[in-house]
């Protein structure tokens, strides 16, 4: 069964710091990876995504992350916070064909001023 | 291009009522998914529909049930609410052809009393 873990249910950052949020999976087979963000009372909204080909995913907003296969991760990156960067993050995997999306448990992220 | 939309976005029922929520996909996109968003359990997945029929389903009592019609909207239907049944509901839709990226609606906020 597919399935994602986010370790850390909570990150703290300093504005202007790299921000590191981090994901595993566990799916047979070629993954497609995803990245999701949620402001409070708000859908999710997608960031990048990984389906195959380079391992380093650029998205929105700055956000960035490495597609790993040795170590099953996933993890989101951006260079240099923002406060307006706090929010909830999700990874999702899926297999490829139709199957469903799960997603992990998200990770609150804080940027402190 | 609009997005996700869905309709309503609060709502306040009492146990034992049942309820209908309505999804409007990204025009063109014929897959729409629904999830159920709690603090407890986080995303889970309720089902998916592509072109009216069910391709996913996921393990929810038959209490929650969907369809959707040939304009791709969506609708979801909760019979019997239980106190349980209160979470965020938030709707996806993607072109419905493999590994390809959900938008997501705001989410319908419901309430059981």
């Known amino acids: 069964a597919q399935s994602v873990a986010q370790p850390e249910d909570q990150v703290n950052v300093a504005e202007g710091n790299p921000l590191t949020v981090k994901c595993t999976y566990s799916?047979?087979?070629?993954?497609?990876l995803f990245w999701y963000v949620q402001y409070p009372n708000r859908g999710l909204q997608f960031l990048l995504k990984y389906i195959t080909g380079d391992n380093l995913v650029k998205g929105s907003y700055g956000f960035e992350a490495e597609f790993n296969k040795s170590q099953t991760s996933f993890h989101l990156k951006k260079p240099s916070a923002l406060v307006s960067d706090s929010a909830l993050y999700f990874c999702?995997?899926?297999?490829?064909?139709?199957?469903?999306?799960?997603f992990g448990k998200g990770t609150m992220l804080l940027v402190s001023p | 291009k609009a997005g996700v939309t869905q309709t309503p976005r609060y709502l306040i029922k009492t146990r034992g009522q049942q309820v209908t929520l309505s999804c409007s996909p990204i025009s063109g996109h014929r897959s729409v998914s629904w999830y159920q968003q709690t603090p407890g359990q986080g995303l889970q997945f309720l089902f998916e529909?592509?072109?009216?029929?069910?391709?996913n389903k996921g393990n929810f009592p038959g209490r929650f049930s969907g369809r959707q019609f040939s304009n791709s909207r969506s609708e979801m239907n909760v019979s019997t609410l239980e106190l349980g049944d209160s979470a965020l509901y938030l709707c996806?839709?993607?072109?419905?052809?493999?590994?390809?990226?959900?938008?997501f609606g705001p989410g319908t906020r419901l309430l059981v009393l």
């Open positions: 999702a995997v899926r297999y490829s064909g139709y199957s469903t999306l799960t």
């Open positions: 996806a839709s993607s072109t419905g052809t493999g590994g390809e990226t959900q938008y």
């Open positions: 799916v047979s087979g070629n993954p497609y």
């Open positions: 529909y592509f072109s009216e029929t069910q391709r």
